[in-house]
T-cell receptor
Framework: AQTVTQSQPEMSVQEAETVTLSCTYDTSESNYYLFWYKQPPSRQMILVIRQEAYKQQNATENRFSVNFQKAAKSFSLKISDSQLGDTAMYFC??????????????FGKGTKLTVNP | DTGVSQDPRHKITKRGQNVTFRCDPI?????LYWYRQTLGQGPEFLTYFQNEAQLEKSRLLSDRFSAERPKGSFSTLEIQRTEQGDSAMYLC?????????????FGDGTRLSIL
C-alpha cells in the first residue's frame, strides 16, 4: 500500500516571498504520478501541478515548481512570489500509473499555508 | 463551465437516518470517484466507477454505504443508519478514460453533519 506524508501541518509566508512545502511517499510501484492539489477555504480542490515519475525533469507551472527526488521518494512544492490567493490547504497525492485510465488518489494530511500581506 | 456538480452542499441529519448524495461528473468523463474527508485530514478513497461498473471499493465503505451509477452518468452515495463518525465532507471527482492517466477534477463536496 502507498502512503503519503506531509510533515508540515501549517506554514506561513509573506506576500511576494518563496515557500517550500514538503512531501514524502512510500511505494513499491515503479510507474506512478504525483500531484499537488490546492483546497482554498470552503472551495473545491483544484490541481496545482503534476509530475510523472518516469520523467526526470521537474514540473513547473508558472509560479509553482516541484523538486522530485525519486530515489529519496520526496516531492516538494515551491511557490514563488507568493500571493494572498495562495492561502489554502495543500495536499500531496500519489496515483499509480495504470492502463485504462486514472486510478484512486492517495492523499497526505495536508499543509495549511497562510500568505500574509 | 460544466464542472463536477454535487448536491446537496450541506446535509444535517439525526443519527440513525438515511442520507443520499448526488454527483454529476463532467459529461465526457467515464470515471467517477468518491472520497471522504474528515476535519484536518486529507481525502480518503471510498470507491470508483468506470461507466456504470463499480471497479473498486475501499474497506472504509462499510455495509451501511452503497454507491451506484446506474446509467454511467450521475452517481449516488447512500449512507444508511448514519452514525456520528459519518460526519465528514464527501467529495466526488471525475476523470476521462484514456491512457494518459489524466488528473481528477473535484466537485465542491457535500458536508454531512450528524446530530
Amino acid at each position: 500500500a502507498q502512503t503519503v506524508t506531509q510533515s508540515q501541518p501549517e506554514m506561513s509566508v509573506q506576500e511576494a516571498e518563496t515557500v517550500t512545502l514538503s512531501c514524502t511517499y512510500d511505494t513499491s510501484e515503479s510507474n506512478y504520478y504525483l500531484f499537488w492539489y490546492k483546497q482554498p477555504p470552503s472551495r473545491q480542490m483544484i490541481l496545482v501541478i503534476r509530475q510523472e515519475a518516469y520523467k526526470q525533469q521537474n514540473a513547473t507551472e508558472n509560479r509553482f515548481s516541484v523538486n522530485f527526488q525519486k530515489a529519496a521518494k520526496s516531492f516538494s512544492l515551491k511557490i514563488s512570489d507568493s500571493q494572498l490567493g495562495d492561502t489554502a490547504m495543500y495536499f500531496c497525492a500519489f496515483m499509480k500509473r495504470a492502463q485504462g485510465g486514472s486510478e484512486k488518489l492517495v492523499f497526505g494530511k495536508g499543509t495549511k499555508l497562510t500568505v500574509n500581506p | 463551465d460544466t464542472g463536477v456538480s454535487q448536491d446537496p452542499r450541506h446535509k444535517i441529519t439525526k443519527r440513525g437516518q438515511n442520507v443520499t448524495f448526488r454527483c454529476d461528473p463532467i459529461s465526457e468523463h467515464n470515471r467517477l470517484y468518491w472520497y471522504r474527508q474528515t476535519l484536518g485530514q486529507g481525502p480518503e478513497f471510498l470507491t470508483y466507477f468506470q461507466n456504470e461498473a463499480q471497479l473498486e471499493k475501499s474497506r472504509l465503505l462499510s455495509d451501511r454505504f452503497s454507491a451506484e451509477r446506474p446509467k454511467g452518468s450521475f452517481s449516488t452515495l447512500e449512507i444508511q443508519r448514519t452514525e456520528q463518525g459519518d460526519s465528514a465532507m464527501y467529495l466526488c471527482a471525475s476523470s476521462p478514460t484514456d491512457y494518459s492517466n489524466q488528473p481528477q477534477h473535484f466537485g465542491d463536496g457535500t458536508r454531512l453533519s450528524i446530530l
